[in-house]
């Protein structure tokens, strides 16, 4: 095939548009040095308190956000919680877990300390909010053109104070 016939059957256009894609694929590369440095793992609280339930507190350790492996669990720490003013110890369960059986409320002023061997004390506080109520719901299935199932639907409306 002559040049000639190549510009006429494809077009100009797209003659000059596959060397400019074979230069994006075969671009170069350029390595980008990292620098290392070793850092200190930091302590990680994690803990969701919700009326009605009991206490879970996960402790664990942060790492290089390159490293591979789970992150190290904390299973050496004096863990207390104080609701409303009176302080309950943790008891330690298994691979950073810390539970109390005590019962949370809604309303209820909790305070979380967490004494780490060289880290020192760490604390939290937070209120556990009100639950917030369903306003209305509604029930109903819509049927898709060619299906033969409809679809159900469910949607309800929550009424929930931002000051709460």
């Known amino acids: 095939m002559t040049i000639k016939k190549l510009f006429s059957a494809c077009g100009i256009l ?3 548009m596959i060397p400019f ?3 994006l694929f075969f671009s170069c590369e350029k390595v980008v040095e990292f620098p290392i440095e070793d850092q200190t793992p930091l302590v990680v609280v994690s803990s969701l308190p919700t009326a009605d339930s009991t ?6 350790k942060s790492r290089f956000f390159l ?7 904390v299973d050496d ?7 409303n003013g009176v302080r309950y110890p ?3 369960q298994t691979q950073g877990n810390y539970t109390q059986a005590l019962r949370i409320h809604e309303g209820d002023s909790l305070s979380l300390f967490v004494e780490v061997p060289g880290y020192g004390e760490l604390t939290s506080t937070a209120r556990v909010p009100k639950r917030p109520m369903i306003k209305d ?5 819509t049927l898709l053109p060619g299906a033969y199932i409809p679809l159900e639907n469910f949607r309800f409306t ?4 931002p000051e709460e």
Do not use: K, Q, R, W
Not at 137 to 141: E, L, M, P
């Open 90 to 92: 943790l008891t330690f």
């Open 158 to 161: 929550l009424c929930d104070p």
């Open 137 to 141: 719901t509604a029930y109903y299935d």
């Open 55 to 60: 206490l879970l507190v996960h402790l664990s």
């Open 21 to 23: 894609t074979m230069a």
């Open 77 to 83: 720490a004096t863990v207390t919680i104080e609701v």
């Open 67 to 73: 490293s591979d492996g789970p992150f190290p669990t």
């Open 14 to 16: 797209t003659v000059l």
